[in-house]
T-cell receptor, first 112, second 113 residues
Framework: GEKVEQHQSTLSVREGDSAVINCTYT??????FPWYKQEAGKSLHFVID???NVDRKQSQRLTVLLDKKAKRFSLHITATQPEDSAIYFC???????????WGSGTKLIIKP | DPKIIQKPKYLVAVTGSEKILICEQY?????MYWYRQSAKKPLEFMFS???????DNQTASSRFQPQSSKKNHLDLQITALKPDDSATYFC????????????FGAGTRLSVL
């Protein structure tokens, strides 16, 4: 079945710099790729998503890139701020399936 | 105001006992889910329900039983608790099954001694 991997368990960047979090997936039939954020001690909430009919989507400081050939997608955060510190989870889903397959999470640390 | 209410926030149980985790959503959604998050497996899908019917079950153990008395309720009954069941259990919902954005509750942190 589908497998989603986040190879960076932790990413540390200086405040104001950009951060890039990468994910890979295995099933070429996956068509929906969301990102969720979990701040310390809190629940998850939706951040941004991308569908397989586009290769780029931007929302303010966040951009998601999708490379279907490489089966890779990434979350780019520009001008990082302390409130961006959190664990970011990527996920993937096929149209024919109800279930999201989740990555293991990347802890983003914003250093002052 | 939280739109997905999970009760209790914290729960301590003894091995072998039974507990029920409560979830109610007030978003008008038709699909509800349970996820588990522990140190061993960061986020693990357990169940999905739509219109009070089970859509998908990825939990191998029958000790975990979802219960849906109303469309906006999806409780989780766990029997014969084991220390390995210790985790945070998140309830989530979406407009419809397969509708993409999930909304999560605050979670119930379960510790089994």
């Amino acid at each position: 079945g589908e497998k989603v991997e986040q190879h960076q368990s932790t990413l540390s960047v200086r405040e104001g710099d950009s951060a890039v979090i990468n994910c890979t997936y295995t099933d070429t039939a996956s068509s929906y790729f969301p990102w969720y954020k979990q701040e310390a001690g809190k629940s998850l909430h939706f951040v941004i998503d991308i569908r397989s009919n586009v290769d780029r989507k931007q929302s303010q400081r966040l951009t998601v890139l999708l490379d279907k050939k490489a089966k890779r997608f990434s979350l780019h955060i520009t001008a990082t701020q302390p409130e961006d510190s959190a664990i970011y989870f990527c996920a993937a889903k096929m149209d024919s399936n109800y279930q999201l397959i989740w990555g293991s999470g990347t802890k983003l640390i914003i250093k002052p | 105001d939280p739109k997905i209410i999970q009760k209790p926030k914290y729960l301590v149980a003894v091995t072998g006992s039974e507990k029920i985790l409560i979830c109610e959503q007030y978003l008008g959604h038709n699909a509800m889910y349970w996820y588990r998050q522990s140190a061993k497996k960061p986020l693990e899908f357990m169940f999905s329900y739509s219109y009070q019917k089970l859509m998908d079950n990825q939990t191998a153990s029958s000790r975990f039983q979802p219960q849906s008395s109303k469309k906006n309720h999806l409780d989780l009954q766990i029997t014969a608790l084991k220390p390995d069941d210790s985790a945070t259990y998140f309830c989530a919902s979406s407009q419809d099954p397969g509708t993409d954005t999930l909304y999560f509750g605050a979670g119930t942190r379960l510790s089994v001694l």
